[in-house]
């Protein structure tokens, strides 16, 4: 029963792995919870989007991810 | 069909795709194409693109169907490489039949901008062995707001 994290961008060698699941139920409290260090105050800032299932979450706070759901860490793109 | 949106792993051929746009559009009065390359910046090596996939290819294919609704336009191709590549390898590429070159040259102008700002790429460069991620230009969202 889990919920997969897609970590993109910088944040991705922040996390050390592209992918990690987290048991499910998982709310955004418990994402923070989940992120250590540098990565986690990564995650707390604005300028981090999150989607879930492809697609932007509007406000992170009211993250309710299930389990089989992917939530993907989104840092400010660096254009093509 | 109108549109031909790729995100492509491996090599982008600019001249063999216009070439087959070119003849998707024969009606077209003219085509105006960018093709954007690796910048060959003192030191880069190589430039890493990412992206994910639920979100870039539809967010690619949103922004051509919005210069199709802002232009009369026959056609409008984006194709934008993923992966690594190096200093003058073509990175994106943008063209737009029309019947009239402005709405060409305006749709191509409108792609890029919101391609290199507003679209789901992730850019890392190696210089002397060692990976920097490319942080946002604030021109690239200057240049955005031209369009508002």
């Known amino acids: 029963m889990a919920v997969r994290l897609v970590f993109l961008g910088k944040l991705a060698d922040l996390a050390g792995v592209p992918e990690q699941d987290l048991p499910a139920p998982l709310d955004w409290p418990g994402l923070?919870?989940?992120?250590?260090?540098?990565?986690?105050?990564?995650?707390?800032?604005?300028?981090?989007?999150?989607?879930?299932?492809?697609?932007?979450?509007?406000d992170k706070a009211a993250?309710?991810?299930?389990?089989?759901?992917?939530?993907?860490l989104l840092p400010p793109v660096s254009g093509g | 069909m109108a549109t031909d949106v790729r995100v492509v792993e491996g090599g982008?051929?600019?001249?063999?795709?216009?070439?087959?746009?070119?003849?998707?559009?024969?009606a077209a009065g003219g085509i105006a194409s960018f093709v954007g390359k690796v910048r060959p910046d003192d030191g880069v090596e190589?430039?890493?693109?990412?992206?994910?996939?639920?979100?870039?290819?539809p967010g690619m294919e949103a922004l051509a169907a919005a210069a199709l609704a802002r232009w009369p336009l026959d056609g409008i191709l984006v194709h934008h490489r993923i992966g690594q590549m190096h200093p003058g390898e073509p990175i994106v590429l943008v063209a737009a039949?029309?019947?009239h070159r402005r709405d060409a040259f305006a749709a191509a102008d409108f792609a890029m901008d919101h391609l290199k700002s507003d679209a789901w790429f992730w850019k890392r460069e190696r210089r002397a062995g060692a990976w920097r991620w490319i942080e946002p230009r604030v021109e690239d969202h200057s240049d955005l707001k031209r369009w508002k």
């Open chain 1, 32 to 58: 923070l919870a989940a992120l250590p260090g540098a990565l986690g105050e990564a995650v707390r800032g604005e300028k981090v989007k999150l989607a879930l299932n492809g697609r932007i979450v509007a």
């Open chain 1, 63 to 72: 993250l309710a991810a299930a389990d089989g759901d992917e939530v993907a």
């Open chain 2, 12 to 26: 982008l051929s600019p001249g063999q795709a216009l070439a087959a746009f070119a003849g998707a559009h024969p």
């Open chain 2, 46 to 57: 190589l430039l890493e693109l990412s992206h994910y996939a639920p979100l870039t290819l």
């Open chain 2, 97 to 99: 039949a029309a019947r």
